[in-house]
């Protein structure tokens, strides 16, 4: 008996280690798999060694300016006021008698400088700048301004010196940190660019050498106007002061203007006039919604085209995709007052391309824009030339790229459609040269496509090979840890198998010098490609986790043996949980993408749970008709708008409806009297305190920061700051009131009640709507939740209780005085399940974009609650009035 006893502690003493390592490589494992993140979607699109491609036309203008009013959204700057004025009658009026306009699709994350990289340097954001919080470049890269002869440019601090803190031929300028203000109307950081560029004209008077400078060819000018990004952030893209901005920015444009063409007076000079991203209506921006994604665009000038009435004739191209997703001839809104001239939307990349044809310029060498030829005035042949320079230099990024890849691959796999790529741009010459223009526009623009779907094959070349490795290393985990569990938590046949570990060592021998093999040699063939060090780390890791699985093959053996000599109902029942969990796993996927979908689920699961423990409880019981109407209320919440609106006075009466939760569980706490099931279900060992400090102490930080939320919300709206005595109220009360629940007493229900009411005050701090409520809602069914399975348990007990030998037998299991890991507890897994992706629904249709959308929101404000959607309130608290102080 001694001799068992010692075997047993030390298999115990034995799995207890094996649980410590298993922990330690989850963290790793999981971090290291993290960062693939970064190798398959965040790798750069810039490569180097491109070489440019001179223009082979006349530059239709000599110089250029370009106005980028961040945080401008299309619909804002187009639509009527509610007396029914247009906000920018000048650029109205210059859309309907001398220039092209359209809407400017950027592609997520709709951030400030990714949205500026894509007008100026014509690619999309390289991803690994979110590791510098979008304000740095990890990777040096062309654009229109390296390419100009000079560039002036004045603006926000964060932006301009991105594209002129490296240039020699560059003016600039930008004004303190400190005038971005938020709790001010920031329109006047509009008009300090405007200044300073008057300021600069008026000073070349003088100056001879500046004069000079200003009437060189390929001169760029950029003003970046910040005041309607500080604005929306601050008050919204709703508010008075967000719309009055949206004058101002068309006074600046109409200013600059007519200092430009008073200064100059030759009619060279060209118009661009757009913004970097929009603002959701809740005034934040990074994701994928059309209120970010849709800009303004304006061009006139020198090269541009005139305003065309709109005609069935002129339809834009159809195989051209959108980075934003939109729809081709989607119908101008009637309120913007232009559906009957021509509007030509093209996406955010394709404004460098044009900026560098209007006055001459090579296109940057890594752009990947489409030379929008609606907006360009130049004869056929010009044209022609335009859309073969844009062409050449994206062939010329494909060709780098391809040449890389090869230079580094033991098996090259080349993109066939450009294998004869040389004799099309031949072919394209000779049809120039025999005045064909049209059949060369056509060659040549379906050259320029397929060398973009070039471009994105190598972007993605590795994607196969990383993706599988991934995969295969989370599936190994997943199964490692099974297997695991399996030995040490239940009572299948082979556990003695383990505890004995009556294993043939060579076997296993043989196991990890075939794995180590094996791995060595991937490892050396990543190691020939020139690999970066984490794919080696991948492969190895991954590598690590099969030969794991492979040396537990004398257990996977005995498992099978145990499971096919079960009966069939055994067997049906295994598969019909595994298919269930299947579609339950499938059904949170898709919960990412529909978020009503959880409405179902919570108005289902309330009703089966509440008729299933309805059938088991013998005895009256109020807990299956508070799971349904727990479940019920919070299915509400996934039908409320993911942009929640600001009701502090629903976030006071949260605080009550918190409370008066906390009283009515406090209430069945101590008044649980003989019930023994009740006792026994919330584990009653000892008898609660009636007079019990710690929930009145609770009770008073709730009711207090209910207070606070008032008090604050009232300077916010008076527009004072915070005062401090209040942000240290509100910070000691955030702190102090997570902390409180350690101290709980030990029973089910007031434990839970301790946890509900401590976390509250944080969340009611930093809650502006009606996500206060569903905090309540949701604690409700994961007290709900714990209730039904602590009935089910204490109703297993309850059952084999006639038979305490069998109840001893099966409650303890290796040394525990618990039960045995089952099948049916595969329902606790999924519910967490369910619980944890509740938090994590988006409304976006690709997971890439969620992906981008994520780096946004890294790059940009913080995310907040997210209950089935996101929300910016975490940013409001934070921004407006110091967020109450947290």
């Known amino acids: 008996m001694r001799s068992d006893d010692g075997n047993r502690e030390g298999w115990l003493q034995r799995r207890r280690r094996r649980e410590r390592w298993l922990v330690a490589l989850g963290v790793i494992l999981h971090a290291v798999y993290m960062l693939s993140i970064f190798d398959i979607y965040f790798k750069t699109p810039i490569v180097h060694g491109v070489h440019p491609v001179a223009p082979r036309f006349a530059a239709p203008a000599k110089r250029l300016v370009l106005l980028v009013a961040d945080g401008l959204r299309a619909d804002k700057f187009f639509e009527p006021d509610a007396q029914g004025n247009y906000r920018a009658p000048f650029l109205r009026s210059i859309i309907k008698t001398q220039g092209r306009w359209g809407v400017s699709h950027a592609r997520p994350p709709t951030e400030s400088r990714p949205g500026h990289v894509a007008i100026i340097a014509g690619f999309y954001e390289d991803p690994s700048a979110v590791t510098k919080g979008w304000k740095a470049n990890p990777v040096e890269f062309d654009s229109v301004f390296n390419r100009s002869r000079h560039t002036i440019s004045f603006g926000s601090p964060d932006i301009v010196p991105i594209f002129c803190g ?31 560029f008057q300021s600069l004209l008026n000073r070349s008077k003088e100056d001879k050498n500046l004069k000079e400078l200003l009437h060189m060819d390929n001169l760029v000018v950029f003003l970046h106007l910040l005041g309607c990004d500080s604005n929306g952030h601050a008050h919204r893209p709703y508010s008075s002061i967000y719309l009055n901005n949206v004058k101002v920015v068309d006074h600046v444009a109409e200013s600059v203007y007519n200092l430009v063409e008073d200064y100059f007076k030759d009619n060279r000079t060209a118009y661009i006039f757009t913004a970097d991203h929009g603002m959701s209506d809740k005034g934040s921006h990074g994701d994928g919604h059309p209120s970010n994604t849709d800009t ?135 049809l120039i040269s025999a005045r064909d223009y049209d059949a060369a526009m056509d060659l040549s623009q379906n050259l320029r496509s397929l060398a973009l779907q070039g471009l994105h094959y190598f972007q993605t070349y590795d994607w196969l ?52 093999m094996v791995t060595g040699m991937l490892c050396l063939l990543l190691l020939l490609e020139q690999s970066p060090p984490l794919y080696h780390t991948y492969m190895i890791m991954t590598s690590f986790l ?74 009256r019981s109020g807990i299956p008709i508070y799971v349904c109407i727990a479940c019920w209320f919070l299915s509400l919440f996934t039908l409320m708008p993911a942009e929640i609106p600001d009701n502090n006075q629903l976030v006071v009466i949260s605080g009550v409806i918190i409370i008066i939760i906390g009283i009515i569980a406090r209430w069945l706490d101590l008044h649980a009297g003989g019930r023994k099931y009740w ?24 009711a207090l920061s209910s207070v606070m939320v008032y008090l604050s919300t009232v300077h916010r709206t008076e527009k004072q700051e915070l005062l401090a005595s209040h942000q240290f109220i509100n910070w000691s009360v955030a702190g102090f009131s997570m902390v409180l629940p350690l101290f709980s007493e030990s029973s089910l229900l007031s434990r839970l009640t301790s946890i509900f009411l401590g976390f509250a005050p944080p969340f009611l701090l930093l809650s502006i709507g009606y996500e206060a409520v569903f905090y309540a809602a949701l604690a409700l069914v994961l007290m709900a939740w714990i209730l039904f399975e602590n009935t089910l348990l204490n109703l297993n ?71 089935g959607g996101e929300d910016d309130s975490d940013r409001d608290a934070l921004e407006r009035g110091e967020g109450r102080g947290c």
């Open 679 to 702: 006792l026994n279900i919330c584990n009653c060992k000892f008898k609660s305190s009636k007079f019990s400090s710690l929930f009145y102490l609770q009770a008073l930080l709730v």
């Open 166 to 196: 490296a240039l020699q031929h560059t003016t600039w300028d930008t004004y303190p940190h400190d005038f971005e203000d938020f709790a001010t109307d920031a329109s006047f950081l509009d008009m300090w660019s405007l200044d300073k």
């Open 296 to 430: 303004p665009l304006v061009a006139w000038g020198a090269g541009v085209k005139y305003p065309r009435p709109i005609s069935s004739s002129n339809h834009s191209d159809c195989s051209f995709r959108f980075v934003d997703d939109h729809v081709h001839d989607t119908p101008t809104p009637i309120e913007w007052g232009l559906h009957e001239i021509e509007r030509v939307d093209v996406n955010q990349a394709d404004i460098a391309p044009l900026m560098s044809t209007l006055i001459g310029l090579p296109c940057p060498v890594n752009s990947v824009g489409s030379l929008p030829l609606d907006y360009i005035n130049m004869t056929k042949a010009d044209e022609v030339e335009a859309v073969l320079s844009n062409t050449k230099e994206i062939l010329n990024q494909f060709l780098r790229k391809s040449y890389i890849k090869q230079s580094n691959s033991l098996y090259f796999k080349p993109f066939k459609p450009l294998s004869h790529y040389s004799s099309i741009l031949d072919k394209v010459e000779a």
């Open 465 to 516: 090979m990383l993706m599988s490795v991934i995969t295969l290393g989370y599936v190994g985990w997943m199964i490692y840890v099974v297997l695991h569990v399996l030995q040490s938590y239940t009572s299948l046949p082979g556990n003695t198998f383990g505890m004995e570990q009556a294993v043939q060592k060579n076997n296993i021998g043989k196991i990890y010098l075939y794995g180590s």
């Open 797 to 867: 007990i309850v059952n084999k209780s006639s038979d305490s030998t069998k109840s001893v037998a099966n409650n303890l299991i290796h040394g525990f005085d618990s039960r045995s890991l089952q099948l049916s507890d595969v329902r606790i897994a999924l519910v967490f399940d369910s619980f944890r992706s509740l938090d994590k629904t988006k409304v976006e249709k690709d997971p890439i974009v969620m992906v981008k959308e994520m780096v946004g929101g890294i790059g940009g404000q913080p995310q907040a609650h997210n209950i």
């Open 546 to 619: 099969w030969v794991q699985i492979f040396s537990e093959y004398q257990f996977i053996k005995t498992l099978w043996k145990h499971i096919s000599g079960r009966r069939m109902n055994y067997i049906i029942k295994l598969l019909a949980t595994t298919a269930v969990s299947v579609f339950i796993i499938e059904f949170l996927v898709c919960s990412f993408t529909e978020r009503k979908l959880y409405t179902w689920c919570f108005l289902i699961a309330g009703a089966t749970a509440s008729l299933y423990l309805f059938q088991l409880i013998p005895w």
